[in-house]
C-alpha cells in the first residue's frame, strides 16, 4: 500500500467473513459520511441483499455438508471411509478460501460486474454436475474443487462490497451479510435431508440448485459500488498490505483459531449420539447451533462498531475457546442444547468480525484484495485441520478433540492481542 497505509495500520483493525468491520471511527482513507447523509441508502440496501443471498447460498451450503457425508457414507460411497468423504468437504473449503486470494486481485482489476455471473455459473454448473455423480473422484471434482472455486469467485465480491458502502455501520452491515450463513446452516440441512428421501440424490440437488438460482440473480443484479467509486479509474492491488504487522499479526492468529473453530460444528451431532440421544434430535443440533450463531453474527457486529472490531474479536474468541474446551462435560440432552447455543453465539461473532478487521486495514478500493490474502491463508488451516481433529478423535476421542479445539482458538487469541496491542497499546481504546 501507500505510505498513508503504514500510518492506518497503527490504528486500524482486523478482519477477514471474513468469507465476511473496520473500528467504528472512520481512518483518514475512509471518510465518514456527512449527516446529511446515510449509509443505508437505497444502492447500500441493494448490496446488503444480493451480499446475503450469496452467502445463504453458498457459505450456508458448506455448513449443510453433514448431510452430504452422511448420505455418501450410507449410499453412494459406503465403500469409501469417512475419512476419505470428509475430504470432499474439507477440499471444497480450501479451494474456495484460497481461491479467494486470486480473485481478490481480480475483483480489484476487472470489478464485480464480470466476476458474479461469472461465479454463479461455474457454481451452479458444478452442483448440477453433482447430482449426476456416482464415483468418489467424480464427486472431488465436482462438488469439492470446481464448486469450491465457484464459490470462491462470487464470494469475494459479496463479501468486500458492503465494506465499501459502509464505515461507520460496517460491523452491523457485515453481520447481516454473514448471518446469511447461519440462515443457510439451518435451512439446506433440513431441505436436502428431507429431499434426498423423498425424491432421491439427483433430483434433491437439482431442486436445490433451482432454489439458488433465482437468488444468485438477484445479487447479480444488485451489488454494486457505491455511486462515488462507480466512474473512478480501478486502482492497481497493492501487495504493500503483506508488510502491515496489524495484517500479519491478525491473519496469524484466524489461522489458528480457524483450526479449531469448526470442530463442534462438525462432530456435535455425533457426540451427541454417542452419548445415547435420538439420532433424529441429535441431527438438529447442528440446527441449532447454526441458528444462535445468526444471533452472534449480527449483534456483535453493532457493538463493535461502537467499542472496536478487534475488542469484541478477542472476547468472542475466548469465550469460544472456553465452551470448546468444556464440550466434554455436556452429558444431558439439555446441556448439549445449552452448549450448542452458547457455542454458536460466541463462534458467530467471530465468524462475522473477521472480514472486518481486515478490511479496516486497507483503502477500499484493496478490501477485496486484502480480504482475500487473509482467507487464503486460512484456507490452509481449513484443509488441513479436519484430518488432525479425526486422528485426535481416533486414539482420545472427543475430550482429545474438544482440547484440540480451544486451545488452538486459546493460541489464536494470543496473537489476536499482539494485533490488538500494536495497533493502540492503550487499555481502553477503541480498536
Known sequence: MSENHEKLHDSSVTDPESVIEVVGEPTPTQSAPTVQESEWNRDAILT?????????????????????????????????????????????????????????????????????????????????????????????????????IGIAIILTPAISMPSQHFI????????????????????????????????????????????????????????????????MPKPKPDFSIFRDPVLILLAVGLFFIYLGLFTPFFYITSYSISLGFDANISFYMISILNAASLFGRVLPGFIADHVGFINVLIFAVIISAIIACCMTKATSLGGV????????????????????????????????????????????????????????????NYLGIALFSGLSMFVGAIFLILARLKKTPKTFAKA
Open 48 to 148: 446488503l441483499i444480493g451480499s446475503t443471498s450469496v452467502i445463504f447460498c453458498t457459505v450456508g451450503l458448506v455448513n449443510a455438508f453433514g448431510v452430504f457425508q452422511t448420505y455418501y457414507a450410507e449410499t453412494l460411497l459406503s465403500n469409501s471411509s469417512p475419512s476419505q468423504i470428509s475430504w470432499i468437504g474439507s477440499f471444497n473449503v480450501f479451494t474456495l478460501f484460497f481461491g479467494t486470494f486470486p480473485v481478490g486481485y481480480l475483483n480489484v482489476k476487472y470489478g464485480h460486474k464480470i466476476l458474479l455471473p461469472v461465479g454463479s455459473v461455474i457454481f451452479l454448473f458444478a452442483f448440477f454436475m453433482t447430482s449426476l455423480c456416482k464415483e468418489f473422484y467424480q464427486f472431488f471434482l465436482a462438488q469439492a474443487f470446481l464448486l469450491g
Open 168 to 231: 461507520k455501520n460496517r460491523g452491523l452491515a457485515l453481520g447481516i451479510c454473514v448471518a446469511g450463513s447461519s440462515l443457510g446452516g439451518v435451512f439446506w440441512p433440513i431441505v436436502f435431508n428431507n429431499l434426498f428421501r423423498e425424491v432421491g440424490f439427483g433430483w434433491g440437488v437439482r431442486i436445490g440448485a433451482f432454489i439458488m438460482l433465482p437468488l444468485l440473480a438477484i445479487a447479480c443484479v444488485t451489488i454494486r459500488l457505491p455511486k462515488k467509486q462507480t466512474n
Open 337 to 396: 442444547i445449552v452448549l450448542s447455543l452458547a457455542y454458536g453465539f460466541f463462534s458467530g461473532s467471530v465468524i462475522s468480525l473477521q472480514a472486518a478487521c481486515a478490511a479496516s486495514q486497507v483503502k477500499p478500493h484493496q478490501i477485496p484484495f486484502a480480504v482475500g490474502a487473509v482467507l487464503a491463508l486460512l484456507s490452509i488451516a481449513a484443509l488441513i485441520g479436519t484430518p488432525i481433529v479425526g486422528q485426535i478423535l481416533l486414539k482420545f
